[in-house]
Structures are given as structure tokens and as C-alpha cells.
């Protein structure tokens, strides 16, 4: 199966193999790359899905996407990657009813947040595309990161051969937690730099840079070539969709729903590959009914879902859910392009190139509300939900995963809802520590690091291993750039 830009694919005429669209990244018009369809479970497939490990079930759901890997390869790269080493709990772990929601913990691997599950399989995807189209230069990675992808990223590429990887984070726009578990990277392939601005700022930049003719020609002279790592890349996307069905089998296996009944989704939403690889289960066959797109106080998303009018022209907030900090959601486009087609996407998206903000259709945006619904949840609101939920339950949740615990809430309570909702938690709430010892206790403190032990004594729990090991590492990278900075020091980096 070939891929093709959300941008209307007939004007470049690209259509591409799963390994060249892992391999760039972007699309040439600028666009992201989609299966020209979405594959589909076949009558009983679902079913036949019951026994299987998560691994095995990844090399299969991948396996219908990636059409030139082969099962086998998939199965010996999701078993490296899901392996006990790096998720000692296992890949996914679901939770015991909470008022209606089972929360889907995607935080077991080895930087504590869900980016793992797709970014520990990414790499070896990577590395055999390169292979499978006879690539000889050196892939680089180029990944803007509002903190958590950065170090999942860092970590799944570290050491990996034919790759090097530059992350770039906003500078005080990210946890200390996840700042320290960036600059103390180990690995010879990999470099970390701040920049000036917000998570946006980094991200149009990097976007702009990857179509820079002027650019391409110092990246050619390195004999090497840009791609990405964020989930602009389709490579990181369709690990993501595993994760869903799994979880919906596991509704199944625990006997809380019966086979083909349907349940709600509720997901903490920043650039919106985590819930559209929830709506790209559905596509797939699995019963989803309702996508719950929950949103902080960044609530560009509610307001797109309620009105249909996209705008990024608004105040940016930081929020102690720094993750959703987002102001462009890049993987929206594919959703759109899903709903509505590639060449609307191209006209909407070149609007909010030029103006900053689009209005979709009237069809459009009815068919974008017969599946979706936005909600949003304040700060206040954000600590309230995880007081409440650590008393009440005895169940500890970050900040971002109370964001959307929030929100499904508010969807019960609007809609008397009555499907059980899966809801996404995204991160380990250590890796928040600071932000949630302050919401169980009312106590602030300044010291992140002493967050963690605050934080494990209120809680009962130890902190994960690789949030304790981080704490004790050197810093190994200090630099700070302008987003004008960004290129000389990618230059450097590839020289
Ligand atoms: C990245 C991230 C999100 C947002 O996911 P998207 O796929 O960008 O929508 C939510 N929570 C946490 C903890 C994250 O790291």
C-alpha cells in the first residue's frame, strides 16, 4: 500500500512505499503522508485478536499499514521494543474502574510517558527503511519537542547506526524533570539545545527548515538527509493505533464489555497523534463510538470542535500540563484530510500559513462533531481532579491524564454518557512531580528534584527508576539558540 500527501497528492503526483514515507517524513508539498486507505479488520479478525501478546498483535495491526515489512520482521522489532528490560510492567497496563473511565497507562517504558510506546519501535522502523530503500546517508533527525517526545525520542535513537538525532525544546517550557532527562542524554549520535520561544515557535521552524532549498544543499554536502521524529512522521504514528485495540480487548478480556459493544475515548490532546490513531482504530474496525479531545487551557482544539473555526491567533499559556502546550496541531491535518479530503486540507492549511486561521465547511464540521467532541479543564480544575481522584480512589494520575479525566467527566455529566470510557494517561505522575505534590497537598515547592521524594513519601510509591537515575547524571548539553540559531547549529551538528 502507497502513501500520499494530505495536501492534495495529484498536484506533486507522490505516491510513495510505507518505508520512503518513514523515511522522509514530510510529505514534498509539504504535507504528511496517509495510507491512500485505511486498512480494515476482517469479519471475526477482532476476535481472533483475543490471545494474542501485545507483540504479536503490533506485528499484525503494523503489518496491514507497513505493507512492505513482513509480519515476522514487525514481530522481531515490536519484541526488541516492548521487551521486559524496557517495560518492566509490561507494555500498556489498564486501570480498575473509576467512575465510568478505565485509564489506559502508556507509561511503563523508559522515559515514563506514553511517547515511548511509539518511539521505542520508531528507530528499528527507521533504520530498516533506510535499508529497504538503499539509503546511504546519514539520516538525521530533527525533532521539536514540547518535552516529553524529546527524551522518548533521544532514548529510542541513541546508538542507533546511519542515525543522529537533534532535539530542540523551549527554553522554561518544559518540566525540570524533563529538561534534566534531556541535557543528561547519553550516546555519541545525539545533541539537545534549547531554544528562545515556545514549543510552536520551535516546531514552524523546524517545519520551514525541513523545505529549505538552501538548507537542503548544506545537508546534501554532509551527505546526510532531514527527517523527523515527531508524529508528523507516520513511522511513530501507527505504533499508536496498537495500543487501542489492545486495550479495547483487554475491556473485553476482563469481561467489562462484550465483543463489538461499543465504548467512548477520551484523550489529552496536544499535536493530536494520540487521538488519531484512536479514530484510525475505529476506521480499522474497532468499536469506538465517541472521541473525547480534551484540551488544557490551550483550548484551541474545543474551539475548533465547537465552532469549526481554527485559529492560532490567541494567548499561549503555560500550563502545568506543558506537553498540550500547543498552539498548531499538526496531526489535525490528517484527520481532516480523512473527513474531508485533500483538497480542501491544502486550501485550509495554506490559510493558516498565511492568516493564521481557517474555517472549515458546514459538512465538514458536522461530520467532525458526529465523532468528536472538545473539552477543556483550567488549572485549577486540572489539581482539583487529581486530589480527587488520589482521595477518593486511591489512584494517582499527572497532570496531563487529569486534563482529560476532567473533560470525560464533563462529557458524562453534559450527555449522561453511559458507555464505559477508555481514557488515555500519558505520563508517570512522577515525571509532573512538582505540579502534582502541590495539587494532592496545597504545598508548593520550587525544588523539582525534591519533588520526587516529596511526592513518592505522600504517595506511598517509589520513584520510577529512570526518573531517580536521571537526577544523577551530568548535564551534557547547555546551548540555547534563537530559532534563527537553529540552523547553524544543526550544520555543526551534521558537519
Ligand atoms: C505528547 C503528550 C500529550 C499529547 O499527545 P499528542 O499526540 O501530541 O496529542 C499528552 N500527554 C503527554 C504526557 C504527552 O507527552
Request: aromatic share 22%; with cysteine; charged share 15%.
Given at each position: 500500500m502507497n502513501y500520499i500527501s494530505t495536501r492534495d497528492a495529484r498536484l506533486t503526483n507522490e505516491s510513495v512505499s510505507a518505508a520512503c514515507a518513514i523515511k522522509r517524513g514530510l510529505a514534498i508539498n509539504g504535507g504528511l503522508y496517509m495510507p491512500r486507505r485505511i486498512p480494515q479488520l476482517e469479519e471475526g479478525e477482532l476476535a481472533s485478536f483475543l490471545p494474542l501478546s501485545y507483540e504479536a498483535l503490533a506485528a499484525k495491526v503494523i503489518a496491514k499499514y507497513l505493507t512492505d515489512f513482513t509480519e515476522e520482521e514487525l514481530l522481531s522489532y515490536a519484541g526488541l521494543a516492548y521487551s521486559p528490560d524496557r517495560f518492566p510492567e509490561g507494555a500498556i497496563a489498564l486501570s480498575p474502574e473509576i467512575g465510568g473511565q478505565f485509564f489506559i497507562?502508556?507509561?511503563?517504558?523508559?522515559?515514563?510517558?506514553?511517547?515511548d510506546m511509539a518511539l521505542q519501535l520508531m528507530p528499528r522502523l527507521l533504520a530498516a527503511s533506510l535499508k529497504k530503500t538503499a539509503e546511504h546517508r546519514t539520516a538525521v533527525i530533527l525533532v521539536a519537542t514540547s518535552g516529553d517526545t524529546g527524551k522518548a525520542a533521544l532514548e529510542g535513537f541513541s546508538g542507533v547506526d546511519g542515525v543522529k538525532i537533534q532535539v530542540f525544546y523551549p527554553k522554561g517550557g518544559v518540566s525540570r524533570v524533563q529538561e534534566l532527562q534531556m541535557v543528561t542524554q547519553e550516546g555519541g549520535n545525539v545533541k539537545v539545545s534549547a531554544v528562545e520561544g515556545n514549543f510552536d515557535t520551535a516546531q514552524t521552524e523546524l517545519k520551514r527548515i525541513f523545505i529549505d532549498k538552501e538548507f537542503a544543499k548544506t545537508v546534501r554536502e554532509s551527505e546526510a538527509i532531514l527527517t523527523s521524529a515527531n508524529s508528523i512522521n507516520f513511522g511513530r504514528l501507527v505504533p499508536q493505533v496498537v495500543y487501542y485495540v489492545y486495550s479495547y480487548l483487554e475491556l473485553v478480556r476482563c469481561g467489562r464489555v462484550s465483543l463489538g459493544s461499543p465504548v467512548d475515548v477520551c484523550v489529552p490532546t496536544g499535536n493530536f497523534g494520540n487521538i488519531l490513531a484512536a479514530y484510525m482504530a475505529k476506521r480499522m474496525g474497532?468499536?469506538?463510538r465517541r472521541f473525547i479531545c480534551a484540551s488544557n487551557q490551550n483550548n484551541v482544539l474545543t474551539d475548533f470542535i465547537r465552532t469549526g473555526h481554527y485559529t492560532k491567533k490567541r494567548d499561549f499559556h503555560l500550563t502545568i500540563s506543558p506537553s498540550m502546550d500547543i498552539l498548531v496541531s499538526s496531526n489535525l491535518e490528517r484527520l481532516l484530510y480523512l473527513i474531508a479530503g485533500d483538497e480542501k486540507v491544502r486550501l485550509w492549511m495554506r490559510a493558516l500559513r498565511e492568516t493564521g486561521e481557517y474555517t472549515v465547511d458546514p459538512e465538514t464540521l458536522a461530520a467532525l462533531q458526529s465523532e468528536f467532541s472538545g473539552y477543556f479543564c483550567g488549572e485549577t480544575e486540572t489539581k482539583e481532579t487529581i486530589r480527587r481522584t488520589f482521595d477518593s480512589f486511591g489512584y494517582l494520575i499527572d497532570t496531563h491524564t487529569a486534563v482529560a479525566a476532567n473533560c470525560a467527566e464533563q462529557y458524562r455529566r453534559e450527555t449522561g454518557g453511559d458507555l464505559p470510557i477508555l481514557t488515555a494517561s500519558t505520563a508517570s505522575p512522577f515525571k509532573f512531580a512538582a505540579a502534582v505534590y502541590e495539587a494532592l497537598t496545597g504545598e508548593h515547592t520550587d525544588d523539582a528534584l525534591k519533588a520526587l521524594d516529596l511526592l513518592a513519601a505522600r504517595a506511598g510509591r517509589p520513584i520510577p527508576a529512570p526518573l531517580a537515575a536521571c537526577t544523577k547524571k551530568p548535564v551534557r548539553f547547555t546551548e540555547t539558540v534563537t530559532t534563527d540559531g537553529m540552523r547553524p547549529s544543526i550544520a555543526e551538528f551534521i558537519r
Open positions: 497507562e502508556l507509561w511503563h517504558g523508559p522515559t515514563c510517558a506514553f511517547k474497532v468499536p469506538f
